[in-house]
């Protein structure tokens, strides 16, 4: 499918439309051969001389103190090179502390690479061997010796700040890291008033990213240099530079990070995990390289985890419609610690957010608690708050509209803020310069054909089988600038940064802060840059994820990648545009403003003709300058970054469908089909936008109907490996249409907006509506995912 | 644990190694002749990251001890992408975006291929049932569907040219 720009938008849009434009087409990405064929290289294919492999000895116990730690046995094992435990690493890696200044209040306690007094989840780290092999450190590590004592588990969320709770961290008081109320209009008046009010408790399961690539870092620390070069899978390769050189005492230009093929990421790989930074403070400590990768039951106790919210809702409705108010009532149990440098409050954060914003509703109360817990930490995974938010609101949503009997499709078109209400703010106070909500919504019932879906589904009722339609609408929060993180003191860059370069051969090399985790944010950047510069686009070449050859900057998280450092390369290449125009002048004895690049080659700006190829003023420029006019100096090189100022996000909106069939004798539940109709501003590349819409979904499937993370009482893990935990597989997966409404922002003058998790935001949202739909004749609704055969059984009463 | 002499066919080439028993053959192609195109995303079975051609057969290389291979001949992605045997799914996979990360990737063209080998004209239905061993956390499968369909469409298109 092709987009047509939206060439009616507020800035500057005309300049997309140069000659040979590569924005707006689906150029396949020019990293994939290489992966199809197997060549990729991952930071688990990472070999380096002299490189030894860490395994970590990881506590059996959600709570327990560490009385002692006996390691002679290991020492003495086949192939060892050394034995570490905390208090050892602590001499090389100082402790941190995951919170921000602005998320006032929030407390954790100081963090260790391996834990020292005390492990506070099952699998946490409390040594480590290296040696020559993984197999051997595997080997060691049963020899060391750790004796516990066993301590009070915190596990229930729900009773983590009841008196009779023991306190996981004493010295903070009480197992509570951060509270934030909201109050905005007169939600008591509002609820008062109202001709109904319906409540309902929604769950959302702990769930986990499970990247295909576990977590991977070779750390190579060169005691010569006094440098550490460390390959590391990370969407953020400077903030791991920060961290690393902060904790292990080195200056910043001392840290280099590398960040090769990624094999996913989601927000898995943005965080700073303990037992990486121990394979880099072990690095430094044994002045040889070392490399840790995650196996599968490690990466399911490490990888961070996700959701895990209990939400409490309440909307007021009048008998015509009108949503009058929202209520909520969050709680989050996040681990034992807030994650660092990010911290575990910002999903609680965004569902306060978002909850209610696609609506006019100006009547809004919401509370949320975060609350520490023995289990896994949990932080932010692809699509932080957005599901809960989108499956709280929605869901009341359609039971509102029960109530006083409208169609689902109405209620949503009352109470969307218009198309022409913007700029605007919600409830909640979030900024929206321009968002299209009907538009989204009309186009969706077009795609779905809603009137023939219906009758489909009349049609199946009457021979017993029930299938439901659901829909959802959403907002998705990308391009964030310093609101985020930079007020709040970490040290995570929200501008990028984009260098260019022409070669001798009038070849293009760039350098972005973003990073490539598959989603296409290289061949993007060579979209733009070839379009920009005037270069058939195979003449780009780009590079990313090395903190050595890139400019300083965020990486690639929070749907930022096209939408910032798009702009930054769009920029930079306006002006080696300009840079080799004005050469180009001089050599031509023409106006540089008369003169264009295009296709490869110096033109007429006006008629287009030929005047000389780029490889031409390449060779005068670096071979004969002596030819150039006194006082010509070109400057083939040029940087630009970018940040978003008017709006501390670009908000983009979006609505799915969903439509299910559900067996009422044995619960499951089938997904027919699912749509989605997204607007990330101008779309830089439609087959990658539709292909992380829809990879986003699947992510947003997998925990509606799959995905738990399932704890006893004691804190122990039930199902971590893939074999217990349901991941979707492509049998169950339903085909996905995606649709587009264009809604550029006015911000930047490419206009593009984030779209990587716009998918995961609604997807569980309408399914779980869809559901309900299918369950409306037996009186029964469901508002706790993972929507599993069991709770469907349970729902109806049949176990 | 005494490494035991192993001889067998990678991608055509005779290979003669010492291996412990206990080392599974995705290691041993990864680590000791550097195939690292063969990926490792679960190591019990069920992710199909490590899926290789042994004998003809798919099988996981994570659930096979390479010492089982004495004799045997084994074709990773390395081999089958440079015989050209599976250049047309790649393009497709290329062309489709049906790969994002891409560790999945090499797993799935070598489950692709054999499905289509058995099964030339296969429809939706099918090529998702058989690609249900193979995990894609990336993707959300649509587009390898499409990229295995357009290959099968490709091939019958081809084939019935010729004829
Ligand atoms: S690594 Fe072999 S099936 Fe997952
Ligand atoms: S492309 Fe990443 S796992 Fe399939």
């Known amino acids: 499918m092709s987009a047509k720009l939206d ?85 090389v890696c ?340 321009r968002l299209s909500h009907q538009a989204a919504l009309e186009k969706l019932l077009d795609m779905m054909d809603l009137e023939a879906l219906r009758a489909d589904q009349a049609e199946a009722r009457r021979r017993g089988i029930h299938r439901g339609i659901g829909i959802a609408s959403f907002i998705e929060v990308t391009n964030p600038s310093a609101a985020f993180y930079g007020v709040g003191g970490a040290r995570i860059s929200s501008q990028d940064g984009v260098t260019v370069r022409m070669d001798a051969q009038g070849s293009i090399h760039v350098a972005s802060s973003v990073t490539e985790q598959g989603q296409g944010a290289e061949a993007v950047t060579a979209q733009v840059v070839a379009t920009a510069f005037g270069v058939p686009i195979e003449r780009v070449r780009v590079v990313t994820g090395d903190t050595d050859n890139t400019p300083y900057g965020g990486g690639t998280w929070a749907s930022r990648a096209a939408g910032i450092g798009g702009e930054a390369a769009w920029q930079a290449g306006k002006v080696l545009r300009g840079n080799v125009l004005s050469v180009a002048g001089a050599i031509l004895q023409a106006q540089a403003e008369n003169l264009d690049i295009r296709d490869g080659l110096v033109v007429d700006a006006e008629t287009g003709r030929e005047r000389m190829p780029l490889d031409e003023v390449a060779r005068i420029a670096y071979f004969r300058p002596d030819t150039l006019p006194p006082g010509v100096q070109p400057e083939f090189v040029a940087t630009r970054h970018y940040v978003p100022k008017r709006y501390p996000f670009a908000f983009t909106n979006g609505i799915q469908g969903s439509y299910v069939e559900v067996d009422a004798e044995t619960g499951f539940i089938k997904l027919l089909k699912h749509w989605c109709v997204e607007d990330c501003g101008t779309i830089l590349n439609p087959q990658l936008v539709d292909e992380q819409v829809r990879g986003g979904i699947v992510q947003g499937l997998g925990p509606a109907l799959y995905e738990h993370c399932l704890y006893d009482e004691h804190g122990q893990l039930l199902n971590g490996n893939m074999a217990d935990y349901l991941v979707p597989m492509a049998f169950e997966m339903p085909d996905i249409e995606v649709g587009h409404v264009s809604t550029p922002t006015g911000e930047s003058e490419l206009g593009a907006k984030g779209a990587g998790e716009a998918g995961t935001a609604g997807a569980a949202a309408a399914v779980m509506n869809a559901v309900n739909d299918a369950l409306a004749p037996f009186g029964v609704v469901l508002t706790s995912i993972p929507m599993t055969p069991e709770r469907v059984l349970r729902a109806l009463g049949r176990v | 644990m005494t490494p035991r002499p192993l001889s067998f066919m990678v991608n055509g080439e005779t290979v003669r190694l010492l291996v412990d028993p206990r080392r599974h053959l995705g290691d041993v192609l990864r680590e000791d002749l550097g195939l690292t195109g063969t990926h490792l995303g679960c190591e019990h079975g069920v992710c199909g990251a490590c899926t290789i051609r042994l004998d003809g057969e798919i099988v996981r290389s994570c659930l096979t001890l390479a010492v089982q291979c004495e004799g045997a001949r084994v074709e990773t992605i390395e081999g089958l992408s440079d015989s050209g045997e599976v250049a047309d799914l790649q393009e497709a996979f290329r062309n489709r975006n049906a790969l994002q990360c891409g560790y999945c990737t090499p797993g799935m063209i070598v489950t692709a291929q054999d499905l289509l080998l058995r099964h030339p004209e296969p429809t939706r239905e099918e090529i998702r049932e058989h690609l249900s061993g193979n995990y894609c956390r990336c993707t959300g499968y649509h587009a390898i569907v499409d990229a295995v369909a357009a290959t099968a469409a490709g091939r019958t298109a081809k084939g019935s040219a010729a004829a």
């Open chain 1, 7 to 91: 060439t009616t938008g507020p800035t500057g849009l005309s300049e997309l439309d140069r000659p040979n434009s590569y924005i707006g087409r689906s150029v396949p990405r020019p990293n994939l051969t290489r992966l199809t064929q197997g060549r990729g290289q991952y930071v688990s294919d990472v070999v380096l001389p002299r490189m030894g492999h860490v395994a970590f000895v990881r506590s059996p116990h959600a709570h327990a103190r560490i009385v002692s730690i006996e390691t002679a046995a290991a020492k003495a094992a086949p192939g060892v090179i050394a034995v570490v435990t905390g208090r050892e690493l602590a001499g």
């Open chain 1, 94 to 433: 100082t402790p941190w502390i995951g919170v921000l200044t602005h998320l006032k209040g929030l407390k954790s306690a100081p963090q260790h690479p391996i834990a020292i007094e005390k492990a506070s989840w099952q699998g946490e780290a409390v040594a480590a061997v290296v040696a020559q092999t993984r197999a051997q450190a595997e080997d060691a590590a049963e020899l060391v010796a750790v004796d516990y004592e066993e301590l009070p588990v915190v596990t229930d969320m729900e009773t983590a700040l009841d008196p009779g709770t023991p306190v996981i961290h004493p010295e903070l008081g009480d197992n509570l890291a951060w509270e934030r109320l909201h109050v905005a209009g007169d939600p008591d008046a509002a609820f008062a008033s109202a001709d109904h009010v319906i409540e309902a408790t929604f769950g959302f399961g702990r769930h986990t990213g499970v990247t295909l690539e576990p977590r991977a870092v070779v750390a190579d620390y060169n005691a010569g240099d006094g440098r550490l070069t460390v390959y590391q899978a990370t969407q953020a390769p400077h903030m791991i530079q920060n961290i690393l050189a902060k904790h292990l005492d080195l200056p910043e230009s001392q840290v280099r990070v590398l960040c090769k093929d990624v094999g996913g990421s989601f927000g898995i790989k943005v965080h700073v995990y303990a037992d990486e930074v121990a394979t880099a403070a072990l690095s430094k400590l044994l002045r040889r390289p070392v490399k840790f990768v995650a196996d599968r039951i490690e990466s399911f106790v490490t990888d961070i985890h996700a959701r895990d919210h209990r939400v409490k809702g309440r909307i007021g409705v009048m008998n015509d419609g009108t949503i009058t108010a929202f209520e909520i009532d969050d709680l989050t149990g996040i681990g034992p610690y807030s994650m660092y440098p990010r911290t575990s409050a910002i999903e609680a954060n965004q569902v306060v957010n978002f909850t209610g914003g696609q609506y006019t509703c100006p009547n809004y109360r919401a509370l949320a608690r975060v609350v520490f817990q023995n289990k896994n930490v949990t932080c932010q995974y692809r699509a932080v708050g957005h599901p809960i938010a989108c499956s709280v609101t929605e869901g009341l949503v359609d039971l509102a509209a029960r109530r006083i009997g409208m169609d689902p499709v109405e209620i949503r078109r009352k109470n969307v803020i218009p198309d022409d209400a913007y700029p605007c703010q919600s409830s909640a106070g979030m900024k929206f310069e």
